[in-house]
T-cell receptor
Framework: RKEVEQDPGPFNVPEGATVAFNCTYSNSASQSFFWYRQDCRKEPKLLMSVYSSGNEDGRFTAQLNRASQYISLLIRDSKLSDSATYLC??????????FGSGTRLQVQP | ETGVTQSPTHLIKTRGQQVTLRCSSQSGHNTVSWYQQALGQGPQFIFQ???????GRGNFPPRFSGLQFPNYSSELNVNALELDDSALYLCASSLEQGRDEQYFGPGTRLTVT
């Protein structure tokens, strides 16, 4: 079983739609959680950290459920520029980051 | 831009050859991590260097090795290249080991033929 699992997609949505991505992680000792965005043939960039209380950054909302070992990302009012691969990322202790395989989003006009 | 640079940007090698990839971390960052990203996959952790010492290693064979220099720049060396080593190699720097923020460079795309 992979440490971090995501639905690979692709998610094809029209502009203005709301889309949700889910992710599960297997190590209950994981301490930090993130969503990274990766554009085609570019490096991953931190989109947002994920906290137990949930957090929001503009159109993006992230949620963490430690009991279920589940992380989500909600994107409201999708823009064409949101088209990218979204990577769910977990850090356990002082170890480096563990990435999911990514969920590809394509926003269509 | 993150301030993390990598060279070269692209590289083509033949199976069995050796390759060295380089990374300059963001100013003031003393921790560098290397990742391998195969097509369609998320990045996989290779190893991490903190103040010139290897500080953790992922599930990669010994032919993957590295160095970190006093200025905190780093090298990734891969010996006896295999076709499956074809991937995007990313380095990421952070202020201290275990800090949440990791800043990625643009990567080196390695093709092994």
């Amino acid at each position: 079983r992979k440490e971090v699992e995501q639905d690979p997609g692709p998610f094809n949505v029209p502009e203005g739609a709301t889309v949700a991505f889910n992710c599960t992680y297997s190590n209950s000792a994981s301490q930090s959680f993130f969503w990274y965005r990766q554009d085609c043939r570019k490096e991953p960039k931190l989109l947002m950290s994920v906290y137990s209380s949930g957090n929001e950054d503009g159109r993006f909302t992230a949620q963490l459920n430690r009991a279920s070992q589940y992380i989500s990302l909600l994107i409201r009012d999708s823009k064409l520029s949101d088209s990218a691969t979204y990577l769910c990322v977990v850090r356990t202790g002082r170890r480096a980051l563990t990435f999911g395989s990514g969920t590809r989003l394509q926003v269509q006009p | 831009e993150t301030g993390v640079t990598q060279s070269p940007t692209h590289l083509i090698k033949t199976r069995g050859q050796q390759v060295t990839l380089r990374c300059s971390s963001q100013s003031g960052h003393n921790t560098v991590s290397w990742y391998q990203q195969a097509l369609g996959q998320g990045p996989q952790f290779i190893f991490q260097y903190y103040r010139e010492e290897e500080n953790g290693r992922g599930n990669f064979p010994p032919r993957f090795s590295g160095l970190q220099f006093p200025n905190y720049s780093s090298e990734l060396n891969v010996n006896a290249l295999e076709l499956d080593d074809s991937a995007l190699y990313l380095c990421a720097s952070s202020l201290e080991q275990g800090r949440d923020e990791q800043y990625f460079g643009p990567g080196t795309r390695l093709t092994v033929t």
